[in-house]
């Protein structure tokens, strides 16, 4: 069976084809307002079988539904699947994609797991050996970061700069602030995990800015 894989974020809609092994081929993406390659792909090859996590609007998972010309089986945030216990106090309130991410981590690697995804938000979520997600965080993602520097500022923009441990020009002052201003969150939060559970932890990164 043809089976198609779609995560449809909120910048980005990326697609794969699930392999004869089980396995997820090369990644593919593009974004919502251009959809073309998606169709140019599902053209070339129709899938049978269509799988899908979604953050983006019922509008666009409308459009890719009709693109790909089956009924998407988006997955919902329940309770429990697959080994994996939900803690958010409402279970359904989880966002898919981050569901999808702690599933997929609890089975590889598995273990206890700081599972981040950096794309247009930065989420941050703590998975213990046991398969039980206790919480997460979710901050602004480095495009974010940069565009509200940049309309809240007069004259700082969008210039291209280089990380450096002691910025001296203004690009490189932005960007340097801004990767340490990911990073930070991604240390704490691990340091705080394994300290609470007295043991170390992985960080698992993944997302377009990974």
């Given at each position: 069976?043809?089976?198609?894989?779609?995560?449809?974020?909120?910048?980005?809609?990326?697609?794969?084809?699930?392999?004869?092994?089980?396995?997820?081929?090369?990644?593919?993406?593009?974004?919502?307002?251009?959809?073309?390659?998606?169709?140019?792909?599902?053209?070339?090859t129709?899938?049978?079988?269509?799988?899908?996590?979604?953050?983006?609007?019922?509008?666009?998972?409308?459009?890719?539904?009709?693109?790909?010309?089956l009924?998407?089986?988006?997955?919902?945030?329940?309770?429990?699947?697959?080994?994996?216990?939900?803690?958010?106090?409402?279970p359904?309130?989880?966002?898919?994609?981050?569901?999808?991410?702690?599933?997929?981590?609890?089975?590889?690697?598995?273990?206890?797991?700081?599972?981040?995804?950096?794309?247009?938000?930065?989420?941050?979520?703590?998975?213990?050996?046991?398969g039980?997600?206790?919480?997460?965080?979710?901050?602004?993602?480095?495009?974010?970061?940069?565009?509200?520097?940049a309309?809240?500022?007069?004259?700082?923009?969008?210039?291209?700069?280089?990380?450096?441990?002691?910025?001296?020009?203004?690009?490189?002052?932005i960007?340097s602030?801004?990767?340490?201003?990911?990073?930070?969150?991604?240390?704490?939060?691990?340091?705080?995990?394994s300290?609470?559970?007295?043991?170390?932890?992985?960080?698992?990164?993944?997302?377009?800015?990974?």
């Open positions: 069976m043809s089976t198609l894989l779609i995560d449809a974020g909120n910048t980005r809609v990326k697609w794969a084809w699930l392999g004869a092994d089980g396995r997820p081929g090369p990644v593919h993406a593009c974004p919502h307002d251009d959809l073309t390659p998606l169709g140019l792909a599902v053209a070339q129709p899938p049978q079988r269509v799988v899908g996590a979604s953050v983006a609007s019922p509008a666009d998972n409308s459009a890719i539904a009709a693109l790909v010309g009924p998407v089986e988006w997955l919902q945030p329940t309770a429990e699947r697959a080994g994996v216990r939900n803690g958010y106090r409402d359904a309130r989880l966002g898919a994609d981050r569901w999808a991410a702690l599933i997929g981590a609890h089975h590889e690697p598995g273990g206890d797991l700081l599972v981040v995804s950096a794309g247009t938000a930065l989420t941050l979520d703590c998975l213990d050996r046991d039980m997600f206790r919480g997460g965080t979710i901050a602004p993602g480095f495009a974010l970061m940069r565009q509200s520097l309309r809240g500022t007069a004259r700082l923009g969008y210039p291209e700069g280089d990380y450096a441990a002691y910025p001296q020009q203004t690009a490189d002052a960007l602030g801004c990767i340490d201003a990911l990073v930070a969150p991604v240390e704490r939060r691990a340091a705080r995990f300290a609470d559970l007295g043991r170390p932890v992985r960080i698992l990164i993944g997302g377009g800015m990974a």
